[in-house]
């Protein structure tokens, strides 16, 4: 069955610096979400992208989609105490849609 | 828009106890999926309904996790009987349609199995 990868799990940065979380499919997507979960909290929905290398930006948010729809990446800049929680990409394969591992990102101040 | 609804938020049982979980997706979604969580992991789906339907349910241990959805509806997830190993928060998700827009998440059941 498909299968989506992230890397890494856990990320610690300092407040300010930048961060970046990868995802992988094992099949090609049609569209592939990304969502926030804080601790204790459930998914929240980011953004979606649908077209082969599409890029998003939310702010310090940035989003892109690979050209073979078979990975993603979300970049925040300067990252905020406020942007502690869990990364989780899903990919959407024949109506499907299934998470990742997820990132943790702690950021400490 | 009032959001995805769950109940109980938690639930304690022992092992080989049975437990139910129930649903009610956002107006108009028909589509409903049920996640598994374990703690430290991505959301694990479990079910995934259209309308009344079952679209996929590869991922279900289905000697001891049913789920329906008779109406379209709201849906229940009932495990019988539980293990230690289903400790987990399980979600309930809808989407308007299936996939092709974002999924809106309830608060989740945390199941303690002890």
């Known amino acids: 069955g498909q299968q989506v990868m992230q890397i890494p799990q856990y990320q610690h940065v300092q407040e300010g610096e930048d961060f970046t979380t990868y995802c992988n499919s094992s099949t090609t997507l049609s569209n592939i979400q990304w969502y926030k979960q804080r601790p204790g909290g459930h998914p929240v929905f980011l953004i979606q992208?649908?077209?082969?290398?599409e890029v998003k930006k939310q702010k310090r948010l940035t989003f892109q989609f690979g050209e073979a729809k078979k990975n993603s990446s979300l970049h925040i800049t300067a990252t905020q105490t406020t942007d502690v929680g869990t990364y989780f990409c899903?990919?959407?394969?024949?109506?499907?849609?299934?998470f990742g591992g997820g990132t943790r990102l702690m950021v400490k101040p | 828009e009032a959001g995805v609804a769950q109940s109980p938020r938690y639930k304690i049982i022992e092992k080989r106890q049975s437990v139910a979980f129930w649903c009610n997706p956002i107006s108009g979604h028909a589509t409903l999926y049920w996640y598994q969580q374990i703690l430290g992991q991505g959301p694990k789906l479990l079910i995934q309904f259209q309308n009344n339907g079952v679209v996929d349910d590869s991922q279900l241990p289905k000697d001891r996790f049913s789920a329906e959805r008779l109406k379209g509806v709201d849906s229940t997830l009932k495990i019988q009987p539980a293990k230690l190993e289903d400790s987990a928060v399980y979600l309930c998700?809808?989407?308007f349609g299936p996939g092709d827009t974002e999924a809106f998440f309830g608060q989740g059941t945390r199941l303690t199995v002890v």
């Open positions: 899903a990919g959407n394969a024949g109506n499907m849609l299934t």
């Open positions: 992208l649908v077209k082969s290398g």
């Open positions: 998700a809808s989407t």
